[in-house]
């Protein structure tokens, strides 16, 4: 079963819109961590954020913006005043205790392709 | 300059051939991982180890192997019982377990294309 669901597999926006890239996960664990990464088209994953189950403050990072949810079990991320520089595909994944030592369960991406 | 890095950054096998996909790390990180990546798939673990002469199965395990000798190197061999091995694979490492609190870096991958 997956564990995290990114249901838009694409997203066009134009260049200023804001745009929010959801992110549902599932587990059966009290302590969980969930993360952010970005991938440009040169393949390198770049680590966004890390967030522990403990801890459900909303984060903003200049134009980046976190929404984390126990109640819907979700951790999207939005994107204010998008720029071309932000296309890539966006990765949110789970780590836990019970699952392979901490390794990342990653979904399956959403592609944002921004336009001038 | 400190990271991960893997080679090589592309690589073309033969049906049949083994073939060896580099890792190396300077951070001091106690565990690393394998990951495959097929388009639409997102990212599924290969291989991890959280400490040296120790590593276990990911989710898609069959047709690799791994060794882990040196803290600082993890190489993944992609054996010919891999049926489909043509995919972007990426290496990545962390301080002990993501769960501990600590965030799990990636290399720039290597791309392995079966001719």
């Known amino acids: 079963a997956q564990k995290v669901t990114q249901a838009q597999t694409e997203i066009s926006v134009v260049e200023k819109e804001d745009v929010t890239l959801d992110c549902v996960y599932e587990t059966r664990d009290t302590t969980y961590y969930l993360f952010w990464y970005k991938q440009p088209p040169s393949g390198e994953l770049v680590f966004l954020i890390r967030?522990?189950?403990?801890?459900?403050q909303n984060e903003i990072s200049g134009r980046y913006s976190w929404n984390f949810q126990k109640s819907t079990s979700s951790f999207n991320f939005t994107i204010t005043a998008s720029q071309v520089v932000d296309s890539a595909v966006y990765f949110c994944?789970?780590?836990?205790?019970?699952?392979?030592?901490?390794?990342?369960?990653f979904g399956k991406g959403t592609s944002l392709l921004v336009t001038p | 300059d400190g990271g991960i890095t893997q080679s090589p950054k592309y690589l073309f096998r033969k049906e049949g051939q083994n073939v060896t996909l580099s890792c190396e790390q300077n951070?001091?990180?106690?565990?690393m991982y394998w990951y495959r990546q097929d388009p639409g798939q997102g990212l599924r673990l290969i291989y991890y180890?959280?400490?040296?002469?120790?590593?276990q199965k990911g989710d898609i395990a069959e047709g690799y192997s791994v060794s882990r000798e040196k803290k600082e190197s993890f190489p993944l061999t992609v054996t010919s019982a891999q049926k489909n091995p043509t995919a972007f694979y990426l290496c990545?490492?962390?301080?002990?377990?993501?769960?501990?609190?600590?965030?799990?870096?990636f290399g720039e991958g290597s791309w392995l294309t079966v001719v």
């Open positions: 951070l001091n990180h106690d565990a």
């Open positions: 994944a789970l780590s836990e205790i019970s699952n392979s030592g901490y390794a990342l369960n």
């Open positions: 967030r522990n189950s403990f801890d459900e």
């Open positions: 180890s959280q400490i040296v002469n120790d590593f």
């Open positions: 990545a490492s962390s301080m002990v377990g993501a769960g501990s609190g600590n965030t799990i870096y």
